[in-house]
Nanobody, 127 residues
Framework: QVQLVESGGGLVQAGGSLRLSCAASGRYFSSYHMGWFRQAPGKEREFVAVISTSGWMTYYVDSVKGRFTISRDNAKNTAYLQMNGLKPEDTAQYYC????????????????????WGQGTQVTVSS
């Protein structure tokens, strides 16, 4: 069992930066792929980025490539999402998630491939 708690969201102007953190409690954090999803009002929750258990592999949705960076610190049981060059269309509730499905194909993009979810943190980008 893993509990995930996101932090770092807030209000920022377009072009600004935020760093989201996802603190995990429980054991075996380093055994999970860690992902970030987001959900804007009236829209489906969408995949943003994922990082492999060791941190060697990452994958991003096209709309954030070159602007967002996912990372993790297994010693601190924490995953991060550094967001630069924020745009109003990045406004959403951001969710951290953990996937145990290490035998599935890489990258895990679908919500059903993730086993644990945080409560989310709001990111609002003003124009």
């Amino acid at each position: 069992q893993v509990q995930l708690v996101e932090s770092g969201g807030g209000l920022v102007q377009a072009g600004g930066s935020l760093r989201l953190s996802c603190a995990a409690s429980g054991r075996y954090f380093s055994s999970y792929h860690m992902g970030w999803f987001r959900q804007a009002p009236g829209k489906e929750r969408e995949f943003v980025a994922v990082i492999s258990t060791s941190g060697w592999m990452t994958y991003y949705v096209d709309s954030v490539k070159g602007r967002f960076t996912i990372s993790r610190d297994n010693a601190k049981n924490t995953a991060y999402l550094q967001m630069n060059g924020l745009k109003p269309e990045d406004t959403a509730q951001y969710y951290c998630s953990a996937s145990q499905r290490l035998d599935s194909s890489w990258p895990p993009l679908a919500r059903y491939e993730y086993d644990y979810w945080g409560q989310g943190t709001q990111v609002t980008v003003s124009s």
